[in-house]
């Protein structure tokens, strides 16, 4: 079965710092991995993914993720906040073998301060 | 170019009522998948429709059932609601071509249950 663990439910960083949000995951197959976000009362935007092809995955607004398979770990980083980013990040793995069911994290609240 | 539409973006319902939802996905996709998102939770896989037939299904009750159409939207079908069904809904699309092909989502209809 496939699943991710995000670690840290909250995440306070000050506009112009850098942001980590870490997640592990866990998966029987070869996983496709990605990273969404979901700003108040909206849908889930795709901020990028992992297909097995480069390690270093650069998606949206600057945001990029590095998948570590030692690790078991695609944790998301950007070099400078902007107030615009708060909002809630989920890690997300695929179902595997073919099938294309989303497995969410519990999710991380990212709080931007000025 | 039309993203995933879902409508209504709003509903309230009393329990033991039957609602249906709609989904309209992204010009091109042919795959539909059904998500709920309780409140501070990341989105629970509920099934997903592909040639107008359920493909895969989550741990959810047989009160939640659904249809694609040949024009390939869908509806989600939720009977005998009951309080914790309340919740966001959420529709995505893509192309049944692997785990790789990331999902797009609407913005999802608010369900709550009195």
Redesign the interface.
Known sequence: AQSVTQLDSHVSVSEGTPVLLRCNYSSSYSPSLFWYVQHPNKGLQLLLKYTSAATLVKGINGFEAEFKKSETSFHLTKPSAHMSDAAEYFCVVSGGAGFQKLVFGTGTRLLVSP | DAG?TQSPTHLIKTRGQQVTLRCSPKSGHD?V?W?QQALG?????IF?YYEEEER?R?NFPDRFSGHQFPNYSSELNVNALLLGDSALY?C?S?L?A???????????T?LSIL
């Open positions: 995933v795959t998948s998500y939770q990341g989105p629970q896989f997903q895969q989550g959420l995505a893509s049944m692997g785990t790789e092909q990331p999902q797009h989502f609407g913005d999802g608010r």
